[in-house]
């Protein structure tokens, strides 16, 4: 349910943004919105508390955001709280925001590897991508996973290229158990 509140609702956001010619400013709304909601996390309470009236509701989104953000995103959080889907709004504008990125052709690399990449080699990873791939831009995501020994894991979207030493142990002995079981069965 909750990915069919944060398609329809994102979509629809989506579409107003692009015929309204808006797509940045309401990408950065909605970027504003989520970090506003992460860092109250009582406002998420407060909407979705069964006791406190929809009128209520609807009163405190004014009060918050109205001013602040356009009239649009007012008016869809003002949807969703009617629908009883506010738990949903941050799906909505995280769905949103990777179809604005998917339009732009901007994707989100994670980059695991051993030990902290320097710049060159963080470069040298995002032209690699940039020629191997149809985006024009990256969001790019690195983290250290000591655990992976050597080499690199990267993952854009559902995508996952696996070049550690611990994955190419890991086939190895996988590769040798096989051997080793067909050695055995021959033996029989």
């Known amino acids: 349910m909750a990915k069919l509140v944060s398609k329809t609702y994102g979509d629809a956001l989506f579409e107003v943004a692009r015929e309204a ?8 709304e909605a970027k504003g919105i989520l970090r506003v909601l992460k860092e109250n ?10 006791q406190i009236a929809k009128e209520d509701k609807l009163a ?4 918050i955001f109205s001013g602040r953000v356009s009239a649009e995103m007012v ?9 009883d ?5 941050r799906d909505v504008f995280v769905y949103f925001m990777n179809v604005v990125k998917e339009y732009r052709h901007i994707g989100t690399v994670y980059v695991t590897s051993a030990m902290d990449l320097s710049d060159a ?20 995501h690195y983290k250290t996973a ?3 020994i050597g080499g690199l894991v990267i993952r854009i979207g559902d995508r996952v290229v696996d070049s ?7 086939t190895l002995s996988s590769e040798l158990m096989k051997i080793q079981l067909k050695v055995g069965e021959c033996a029989s």
Do not use: C, W
């Open 21 to 28: 010619d808006q797509i940045a400013d309401f990408y950065e």
């Open 164 to 170: 550690s030493i611990r994955t190419k142990l890991n």
């Open 85 to 89: 889907h506010f738990g949903e709004v």
């Open 75 to 83: 008016g869809l959080m003002r949807m969703i709280a009617k629908k």
């Open 121 to 140: 080699q963080k470069s040298a990873i995002e032209k690699k991508l940039l020629e191997t791939t149809e985006y024009v831009e990256f969001e790019m």
């Open 60 to 63: 405190s989104l004014e009060e």
């Open 146 to 148: 000591p655990s992976l």
């Open 41 to 50: 996390e009582e406002i998420i309470r407060l909407m979705t508390h069964p």
